[in-house]
């Protein structure tokens, strides 16, 4: 997956994502600047395979929150 971006954008995006109260596709893309979609591939492409963190998901009152989790049990990726 390539994603245009700085670091400076991928370091915001897994800060938001090992906050406790993780995080939601649209809080990172505005964060970021970047489209939905472009999320969604650094989620799977970069947060899940290249870095191997355990990236889970669940519903929540403000759509689908995403988070890391520190312990290492597989868990589906639901976009």
Partial sequence: VHVQG????????LALLR???GTTIDAMAKATGWQRHS???????VVRNKLGLNL???AGEAGRVYRIRDRKASSVLQA
């Avoid at 999320?39 to 492409?45: A, C, H, I, P, W």
């Fill in 39 to 45: 999320v969604r591939g650094f989620l799977s492409g």
């Fill in 6 to 13: 700085s670091g400076r954008q991928q370091a915001q995006i």
């Fill in 19 to 21: 906050s406790s109260s």
């Fill in 56 to 58: 889970v998901s669940e």
